[in-house]
């Protein structure tokens, strides 16, 4: 079984940065593509981030591009999300998933590809 715990949420002004960071348990790490979804109040869960297994791969909502950076330690177990330049609309409970894969080079978008979701991590960036 598979669990992810995320940290490092916290409130930030805007403008500041903020890195989250999910810690995957298992010694499989390097077989699952990793993503970052955030969901604010009153809104469906949006996707922000993804990675493929290999770190080849990565890809972002149009919203965060240039300004969050996803990366990932497979000897740590751990996907962290680099937030810069926060926004006021940023703020929202930060969850990452984690998909089983064969192929390494590959990141997914979608919600639905993902079968394992970690608690969240609230972050709230302050006007």
């Known amino acids: 079984q598979v669990q992810l715990v995320e940290s490092g949420g916290g409130l930030v002004q805007a403008g500041g940065s903020l890195r989250v960071s999910c810690a995957v348990s298992?010694?499989?790490?390097?077989?699952?593509?990793m993503g970052w979804f955030r969901q604010a109040p009153g809104k469906e869960c949006e996707f922000v981030a993804a990675?493929?297994?290999?770190?080849?791969?990565?890809y972002y909502a149009d919203s965060v591009k240039g300004r969050f950076t996803i990366s990932r330690d497979n000897a740590k177990n751990t996907v962290y999300l680099q937030m810069n330049s926060l926004k006021p609309e940023d703020t929202a409970v930060y969850h990452c998933?984690?998909?089983?894969?064969?192929?390494?080079?590959?990141?997914?978008?979608?919600?639905?590809?993902?079968?394992?979701w970690g608690q969240g991590t609230q972050v709230t960036v302050s006007s």
């Open positions: 998933a984690a998909t089983r894969t064969y192929n390494s080079g590959s990141y997914y978008p979608y919600a639905h590809d993902y079968g394992y």
């Open positions: 990675i493929s297994r290999s770190s080849a791969s990565t």
């Open positions: 298992g010694r499989t790490f390097s077989m699952y593509a």
